[in-house]
Structures are given as structure tokens and as C-alpha cells.
């Protein structure tokens, strides 16, 4: 958490043009932000084009919602809602079922994705370690040699090799 406010200080007090907030807890990242206040001034920095970039909770915190972290909620925000820079969710650190070593036998990333689609509508994009999304105006890229999948409710997983552009992909489905 203490990255993630340093940065917020810099960008909305000293006025920094970027700001990279790293991992750590998704649930209390969020909570701590909403305590403070300070979601909406964070949300419309980088809408009038302060650079961010986000990974693991930093990245859950940039989307819709943060119902896809792997984190265990050890504290609760107030909503889900996150800063919605994107308009999907993610689900960072993603492991294909085939993956797992022999003898696993407990729930898959992509069990916990489809129950997510049980209940949310929201889509997802499972991006594996190595992968990133780059997020300008015109594209959302998959960058990296690892790709992801893109979950949608009631639809097949779709695989999103480097390069792919997400927002093609969601607006296919």
C-alpha cells in the first residue's frame, strides 16, 4: 500500500505525470484509497493523461472491478468498484488448468472465473506471468511472451496471443 500512496501524493499533490503502483494486497490497496478519498482524483488524473502502470494489485485496481484478484479479502472496501481506467476486469498471475502440477486437485483459475460469470457479467482478461496490457487511445495490446485468455459469460475462453488487441477481442464477443 505504501507505494501506491507515495505515488498518489506525488501525482495529486506534486502534480507527477506518472505512476506505477505495485502488488500487495488488492482488498486493502482499494480500501486504503477510499478511506483516503482519493479513487475519483486518481481516476481523473489518469483520464486527463497522467501515464500509469500497474502491476498485480496495481493492476486489479485499474479495472472494473477487483471480484477477479486472487487476494484473500483481509479487509473490506466499501465497493468493489475500482478505478475503471479499463472497462473489464483482470485477473493477474492467471495459470492454465494444464498447468497445475500432477495431483492437484483443488479449484483452477478458470473454475473461479466461470463462477465469477454465475453472478457479474463484466468480462475478464487472465493475463499469464510475463504478460501486460498496454492501454493508449486508440488500442488495449497484450504485450509479453505469455498472452492471456479473455472470459466472458456464457462464451468459450478466448485466447490472446502478444500482440492481440483486447478491445477487438471484447467487441467480438
Known amino acids: ?12 499533490v506534486m502534480g507527477a505525470q506518472a505512476c506505477f503502483v505495485g502488488g500487495g494486497n488488492t482488498f486493502r490497496l ?9 479513487v475519483q482524483s486518481f481516476r481523473d488524473s489518469v483520464r486527463n493523461g497522467m501515464k500509469y502502470m500497474g502491476a498485480s494489485a496495481g493492476s486489479n485496481i485499474a479495472t472494473a ?7 484473500m479479502p483481509i479487509v473490506l ?3 468493489f468498484d475500482a478505478l475503471q481506467i479499463v472497462p473489464f476486469n483482470v485477473n493477474a498471475h492467471f495459470l492454465d488448468a494444464d498447468k497445475h502440477p500432477k495431483g492437484f486437485n483443488g479449484e483452477t483459475r478458470e ?3 466461470a463462477e465469477f460469470h454465475e453472478e457479474n457479467s463484466n468480462p475478464v482478461v487472465a493475463l499469464r506471468e510475463g504478460a501486460m496490457l498496454r492501454v493508449d487511445e486508440s488500442a488495449i495490446t497484450i504485450l509479453g511472451p505469455t498472452g492471456g485468455k479473455l472470459f466472458a459469460k456464457g462464451k468459450e475462453a478466448v485466447e490472446l496471443g502478444p500482440g492481440t488487441d483486447v478491445a477487438a477481442a471484447l467487441a467480438a464477443i
Do not use: M
Request: glycine share 2%; proline share 6%.
Open 30 to 38: 482499494l480500501k486504503t484509497l477510499y478511506d483516503l478519498d482519493l
Open 111 to 113: 473454475t473461479r472465473l
Open 65 to 71: 472491478s477487483i471480484h477477479t484478484t486472487n487476494d
Open 77 to 79: 472496501p466499501p465497493t
Open 1 to 12: 500500500v505504501a507505494n501506491g500512496l507515495i505515488c498518489l501524493f506525488l501525482v495529486l
